[in-house]
T-cell receptor, first 112, second 117 residues
Framework: EDQVTQSPEALRLQEGESSSLNCSYTVSGLRGLFWYRQDPGKGPEFLFTLYSAGEEKEKERLKATLTKKESFLHITAPKPEDSATYLCAVQADAGNNRKLIWGLGTSLGVNP | KAGVTQTPRYLIKTRGQQVTLSCSPISGHRSVSWYQQTPGQGLQFLFEYFSETQRNKGNFPGRFSGRQFSNSRSEMNVSTLELGDSALYLC????????????????FGNGTRLTVT
């Protein structure tokens, strides 16, 4: 069964304390892996798409990497405004249908 | 460019009633997807529409239905509301449907918070 697991469920960091969030997946035929950020009371905001193992994407303090079994979202020197829930979604091989499998997210808090 | 707009932002309904939620996609986007988000289940896919046709459907009962208009705007309807339908309902638009087309991620609205009492 296709599954996406994110860890940890929650993480609290001090400002400037770098860390990584994990998204592990078991799907038949990965078509793409997406990272989103969701602030309280808002919809998810698109961050990155990764398509193949070894691919990396960067945006400000965030860097996403992909292997054959998992993806990491590295946060370098985080600031309080990076506090949010980070969601991972995997698009499995399902013909021409968009059917994303979502993780439950990692809630990140950054203390000033 | 205006983002995805969902109305209303909040709704309080009673069990047994029905509700209609509205979504206006980003201009030029013809694909609209609907999701239900709850703390325990995360994001659950409801359905996707492209050019007024339902392309894909999640595992929700028939009480959940949707449609898309010629201007790509979409509505979602839930009939005979149950307490378990309380959730954040999210709409997302994309420039293309399906998989395999790069640079076409989902763009979400801020959702409609539905509370069923």
């Amino acid at each position: 069964e296709d599954q996406v697991t994110q860890s940890p469920e929650a993480l609290r960091l001090q400002e400037g304390e770098s860390s990584s969030l994990n998204c592990s997946y078991t799907v038949s035929g990965l078509r793409g892996l997406f990272w989103y950020r969701q602030d309280p009371g808002k919809g998810p905001e698109f961050l990155f798409t990764l398509y193949s193992a070894g691919e990396e994407k960067e945006k400000e303090r965030l860097k996403a990497t992909l292997t054959k079994k998992e993806s990491f979202l590295h946060i370098t020197a985080p600031k309080p405004e990076d506090s949010a829930t980070y969601l991972c979604a995997v698009q499995a091989d399902a013909g021409n249908n968009r059917k994303l499998i979502w993780g439950l997210g990692t809630s990140l808090g950054v203390n000033p | 460019k205006a983002g995805v707009t969902q109305t209303p932002r909040y709704l309080i309904k009673t069990r047994g009633q029905q509700v209609t939620l509205s979504c206006s996609p980003i201009s030029g986007h013809r694909s609209v997807s609907w999701y239900q988000q709850t703390p325990g289940q995360g994001l659950q896919f409801l359905f996707e529409y492209f050019s007024e046709t339902q392309r894909n459907k999640g595992n929700f009962p028939g009480r959940f239905s949707g449609r898309q208009f010629s201007n790509s705007r979409s509505e979602m309807n839930v009939s005979t509301l149950e307490l378990g339908d309380s959730a954040l309902y999210l709409c997302a638009s994309s420039s293309s449907p399906g998989t395999g087309i790069k640079n076409s991620p989902l763009h979400f609205g801020n959702g409609t918070r539905l509370t069923v009492t």
